[in-house]
């Protein structure tokens, strides 16, 4: 049996989706097990740029069956234009390689308005990406949401089952508009939002999506019984995981290995491998604590070099040094096999390389992540830069300095390295 795991230990877009696209060569299916439109894995192939939310990063390979999983959450109208997208790009989304388990929840538009309202009565903002993902899962939680298998039942009663998630929203809003009136808040007020506006909106894409819908795990269990590939698609990463992140700075779902099995619908004893993703360096979208970040001429060379632009709201990323007490605290909640290294050129440019491995903690020095690390400093230690990766194709042909840097990785997290990114196609990949 041959079942592997790819997941982000950082902050998210370390490269998941072209790790994805890499291991996908021989798969049998990849599924995407977690998150929603907020998340964007991008590949590049072929020369060819292709950004992904919702479609799994195996899309692009018209042999292999992709999956969006019951764990993720989606919105029609993102999917229904990413399907579109795809094809007009010559990229085959049929029937034969494009599933949608009939168990993963809906994202209507009140959702994104729920995600607006929240930010507007925080003081400390999360900086989500307003895309209506958390007060899915909110809902979903609540137990009042609704899932891709209700698309298909009788109208009336989905329009009776969408009234019945509604009824929390619009008392919500109507609260939040007095204050809005009364001068608290400086926001545009919220619409009131009726059963039949969000019907409408499911029949408006039931139609590019219905024939995708299906029951899972009679397609899981066969190529189980296979012995088939299967890659299980993580998003997001560790540190913006529910429970095992920066909370409250976190994602509302829970991409850590376990909660992606479990999204993914596959239990952990079937999964043989589980590669981390992380880059040469950190970068990290919205609000939160980040004890490496660079606020100066370096974190802009970084950025720029790095391309490092949010794939889902084109937000410059904030950037920094790579944070190994973060990596090496993943490996055992996430039961690491191995690990993919990207963006190794890109950091190889600077001469000199800090890289993180403890922390000034309450007077102590520590080698562990607090709960609290916003009031870590960090300790780094200095490696040489300046190396070119250009033209190597293995690890004995990288640079010294290079390859210094990958072993340090390896003897600091005590996790092998198995891949490493030296560059944004996946071609630029070297099996260690």
Not at 12 to 35: L, N, W
Not at 72 to 87: F, H
Not at 157 to 162: A, V, Y
Request: a negative charge; charged letters at 25%.
């Amino acid at each position: 049996m041959s079942i592997k795991m790819i997941v982000g230990l950082q902050y998210g877009d370390e490269g998941k989706g072209r790790a994805v696209h890499y291991e996908a060569k021989q798969a049998s299916i990849v599924i995407r097990a977690t998150g929603g439109s907020n998340a964007g894995h991008t590949v590049v192939a072929n020369g060819k740029k292709y950004a992904m939310h919702l479609l799994p990063s195996a899309i692009i390979r018209p042999e292999v069956l992709s999956m969006i999983g019951p764990g993720v959450v989606a919105d029609l109208q993102v999917l229904t234009e990413e399907i579109k997208q795809m094809r007009d790009a010559g990229i085959k989304v049929e029937r034969d390689n494009f599933v949608i388990s009939e168990r993963t929840h809906i994202t209507f538009p009140h959702h994104k308005q729920l995600d607006r309202l929240y930010e507007m009565l925080k003081s400390n903002k999360v900086g989500t990406t307003g895309r209506g993902v958390g007060t899915t899962y909110e809902e979903k939680a609540r137990r009042t949401n609704l899932r891709m298998h209700d698309l298909l039942i009788d109208s009336s009663e989905l329009k009776n089952k969408i009234a019945e998630n509604l009824k929390v929203y619009n008392v919500l809003v109507t609260e939040a508009n007095k204050l809005i009136e009364q001068g608290v808040y400086q926001e545009d007020k919220f619409p009131i939002i009726t059963a039949d506006e969000e019907f409408e909106y499911c029949m408006t894409y039931k139609e590019a999506i219905k024939d995708y819908i299906a029951d899972i795990y009679p397609i899981l269990d066969k190529a189980i019984e296979k012995d088939e590939l299967i890659i299980i698609e993580g998003a997001q990463s560790f540190w913006l995981d529910n429970d095992h992140g920066d909370y409250p700075m976190t994602t509302s779902s829970h991409p850590n290995a376990s909660g992606t099995a479990s999204g993914a619908g596959i239990g952990p004893t079937l999964i043989n491998e589980v590669i981390g993703v992380i880059k040469a360096y950190s970068s990290r979208v919205g609000n939160g604590p980040f004890i490496t970040e660079q606020k100066n001429e370096i974190g802009d060379k970084i950025r720029e070099w790095g391309h490092e632009y949010g794939t889902t709201t084109g937000r410059p990323r904030r950037t920094g040094w790579l944070d190994l007490v973060m990596v090496k605290h993943t490996k055992n909640p996430s039961g690491l096999t191995s690990l993919c290294v990207n963006h190794l050129d890109t950091i190889g440019k600077l001469d000199k390389i800090n890289v993180c491995i403890g922390y000034k903690y309450k007077g102590q020095v520590i080698k562990h992540v607090p709960i609290d690390k916003e009031n870590c400093e960090p300790i780094y230690q200095e490696m040489k830069g300046g190396w070119n990766t250009e033209g190597a194709t293995t690890f004995e042909e990288l640079p010294k300095e290079a390859q210094e840097y990958i072993k340090f990785i390896e003897e600091y997290t005590g996790v092998p390295v198995k891949y490493i990114g030296v560059g944004a196609d996946e071609k630029r990949t070297i099996i260690k």
